[in-house]
């Protein structure tokens, strides 16, 4: 079935098949995408928001516009607010879209409304600090928000004087859960927590309760391994609590507010949370495992009406969408697995449509309806993609030297030809406990079409470690630092390489975070089967990360499983640093100056390490500003261009010496 501007797309590209175009870096880093969707009672209206990044060389330093957009039905959608004064927490209540926002005068992020017919944005409610999450009661009546106290006006006098002190992780600031009568004359916020952080909050249908996720400290440690669901009164008093051990993801009230879904973990040392717990709160709350064995992880969650649970699962490089009653927790799908890779959904209660947003190798995320089992497609973001050559794109499985079966993602060279080798980037995602789906990959930090134009393959392997093939598997890499985990992405090299599509002698390796730990591991102790290494926001040092990391208890619990004084030699030994005099291949370091999750300084040790043996060309590269990855568009067009020279520089050029530090900025200023 061909639909509305998938068909529009396809004559497109056909009619353009012969002036097909090259995609270039700065298209690549600032297409556009949908970010965010909510959806009227009736389903015939979903407002959404998209990411409109700035353009380089030309806007102010800064983080992403943001638009708000609605459609009805297949129309074309309709610009509702444009401003570029940022918009983010959509939800739509009655005749009325509600966000949050800083606009005009504001000191702080406020709730805002707008009808459905269009108009100025009204403010609902402004506090004395920001608004981060919100929730309105079915009526309409009562807001429940999350936000800190009001700031402490001697605290700014004192900081003015001089006095700025940090007293590291005992300054605790929490955010609090808020209560308003908005139907009150005077509508003052109460506040219903006060030595807890809160997260979110919803309230419970047909009944005057609260849902909050809370932790004991606003750490982030805590928010990752110590959070839990309770249930409070509109007075704030604690009425239960849900029985959950280590992650948290989302949950949902049923409409008839019986049962509460959550995205959890199947343990305390469970990487990721996708297993779907279902609690019926008319039976004391007892909870049930309602998809065990699960070979995915359950991504996103909604309910269709009381009985019926909408659950997005990804598989492997793939997603589908399926629906499961709470009766006979039978299931039946709404979406196979290769139509596209669905990334979150919002159902409607009563209505059979669901609305998706998804992405395909060929576009980022865009705005879909899925109906009868087939996807409706509803924006089009960039229509310009249409123009540019499209690479091949498909899932590859093979075998690590120890029999296990791994899967990942392979990109043409846009001009493969059948036995010829190319140079190779293999890509490596981070976490570990994350995966690469077979959908649109081009990011800043692995501009996909501009490297395959340019004669690449690139691989994106799921090592052992990776999430979507369930609990088991995503433990494979735990008390083994560096170790199976890495021998699986040489492997996956050698996989191509033996096809006959791979020059082994021209393979890079590029990755952040976990990702940049193996191509520091791949840059020394793993140099001989690299040519090249780019390491972003990476790890060097597995003894001084955990004295220096922000998720140090997470690190314990689902990565390391053990601490450093318990095996201190096994630490170094797999530390990069420590295979440093070994390093025969190039490597290109960069780092978020601003960086608490990985520490600089994990950067700076490596640097240091390799520049003072001398045995290779090493560069370090800081971005200030800029945390655990880069926000901003020019930092992220910086990083995406000396990627791509420092590739072409040692796989192509096959040179010795780094390439000049300069990049060509300033000739793009007028």
Do not use: C
């Amino acid at each position: 079935m061909f639909l509305r501007i998938g068909l529009t797309a396809l004559f497109a590209a056909l009619s353009l098949s012969v002036s097909a175009r090259d995609i270039s870096l700065v298209e690549t880093v600032t297409t556009q995408s949908i970010n965010s969707v909510a959806v009227s009672a009736d389903g015939e209206v979903a407002a959404f928001t998209k990411v409109i990044p700035r353009t380089p060389y030309v806007d102010e330093d800064g983080g992403n516009f943001v638009e708000l957009y609605v459609v009805r039905g297949e129309s074309e959608p309709v610009p509702f607010i444009t401003d570029k004064q940022g918009i983010s927490n959509l939800s739509i209540h009655g005749d009325a879209i509600y966000f949050t926002s800083k606009r005009d005068d504001d000191k702080h992020t406020s709730l805002y409304k707008i009808s459905l017919n269009g108009g100025e944005a009204q403010q609902v409610f402004s506090h004395a600090n920001s608004i981060y999450d919100y929730a309105l009661s079915a009526d309409g009546r009562y807001l429940s928000f999350t936000a800190r106290s009001e700031a402490d006006k001697k605290e700014k006098e004192l900081e003015k004087k001089g006095f700025k002190a940090e007293v590291y992780e005992e300054e605790h600031e929490f955010t609090h859960a808020w209560f308003v009568d908005l139907s009150a004359e005077s509508q003052i916020a109460v506040q219903l927590t006060d030595d807890r952080q809160v997260y979110s909050v919803a309230f419970r249908p047909n009944q005057e309760q609260l849902l909050l996720r809370t932790a004991p400290t606003p750490l982030v440690d805590d928010s990752y391994m110590s959070s839990r669901y309770e249930l409070i009164s509109f007075a704030g008093v604690q009425e239960s609590s849900f029985a959950t051990v280590g992650k948290l993801g989302k949950a949902e009230f049923s409409p008839d507010g019986r049962y509460l879904a959550v995205i959890a973990a199947a343990d305390y040392n469970d990487p990721a949370t996708g297993r779907l717990l279902v609690f019926d709160l008319q039976n004391q709350n007892t909870v049930r495992d309602v998809l065990p064995d699960y070979p995915g992880h359950v991504q996103d969650i909604d309910w269709r009406n009381d009985d019926e649970l909408i659950y997005l699962g990804h598989i492997g490089t793939e997603s589908e969408v399926h629906a499961i009653t709470m009766q006979w927790l039978e299931t039946r799908p709404l979406l196979e697995a290769g139509e596209a890779i669905v990334v979150d959904i919002e159902a409607t209660v009563g209505q059979s449509g669901v609305y998706v947003r998804a992405h395909r190798p060929e576009h980022p995320t865009e705005l879909f309806r899925l109906q009868m089992q087939n996807l409706i497609r509803l924006t089009d973001s960039n229509p310009w993609l249409t123009e540019i050559t499209m690479p091949k794109q498909e899932t590859v499985r093979y075998e690590a030297r120890d029999g296990l079966e791994l899967e990942g993602i392979l990109v043409y060279p846009t001009d493969y030809q059948e036995e010829t080798r190319y140079p190779l980037i293999t890509v490596v995602h981070g976490g570990p406990e994350s995966h690469y789906s077979n959908g649109w990959l081009d990011r800043y930090s692995s501009p996909v079409k501009y490297a395959a134009q340019r004669g690449y393959a690139l691989f994106f392997p799921n090592y052992r470690g990776s999430t979507g093939r369930g609990v088991e598997f995503s433990k494979l890499g735990q008390n083994d630092y560096a170790g199976k985990e890495f021998d699986d992405i040489v492997d996956g090299k050698n996989y191509l390489v033996e096809r006959g599509l791979v020059d082994n002698d021209r393979a890079g390796i590029t990755g952040g975070s976990y990702g940049g730990f193996a191509s520091a591991w791949g840059a020394t102790a793993q140099t001989e089967h690299w040519a090249a290494s780019v390491m972003f926001v990476g790890i060097s040092d597995n003894i001084s990360k955990f004295g220096t990391t922000d998720i140090a208890k997470e690190m314990h619990a689902v990565h390391a499983r053990s601490y450093p004084w318990e095996k201190w030699q096994w630490y170094l030994e797999r530390s990069p640093i420590y295979h440093a005099e070994k390093a025969r291949t190039p490597i290109l370091i960069m780092h978020g100056k601003e960086d608490t999750r990985v520490h600089p300084s994990q950067s700076m040790e490596l640097y240091r390490y390799l520049k003072t043996h001398g045995n290779v060309p090493v560069r370090l590269v800081l971005y200030p500003g800029e945390g655990h990855g880069n926000r901003r568009v020019a930092a992220k067009l910086d990083y995406s261009m000396r990627l791509m020279r420092w590739m072409e520089h040692f796989l192509k050029e096959g040179a010795s010496e780094a390439p000049p530090h300069e990049l060509p900025h300033a000739e793009h200023i007028d």
